[in-house]
């Protein structure tokens, strides 16, 4: 059973995330800026089953969920 909190583990660990009902196409990875980056925080971004990058916030239903596993 893995929560958003193990999910979240692996993101700081360095590793993509994504659930187990997801296109196999699409997951979550965190984003360090660096000096050249225009965000100053990290972020979690989704890639879309299109292959699109965009910021990711946790639904309910991710928030709640048991079935993340590493991409």
Not at 29 to 52: C, F, N, R, W
Request: glycine letters at 8%; hydrophobic letters at 40%; one cysteine or more.
């Amino acid at each position: 059973m893995n929560t958003i909190g193990w999910a979240v583990k692996q993101l700081h660990n360095g590793s993509r995330v994504c659930r187990l009902g997801w296109n196999g196409r699409m997951y979550l990875e965190l984003q360090v800026p660096d000096a050249h980056s225009k965000m100053t925080l990290p972020y979690v971004y989704i890639k879309t089953a299109q292959g699109d990058l965009v910021p990711w916030l946790c639904s309910q239903m991710d928030l709640l969920a048991t079935d993340w596993e590493v991409a």
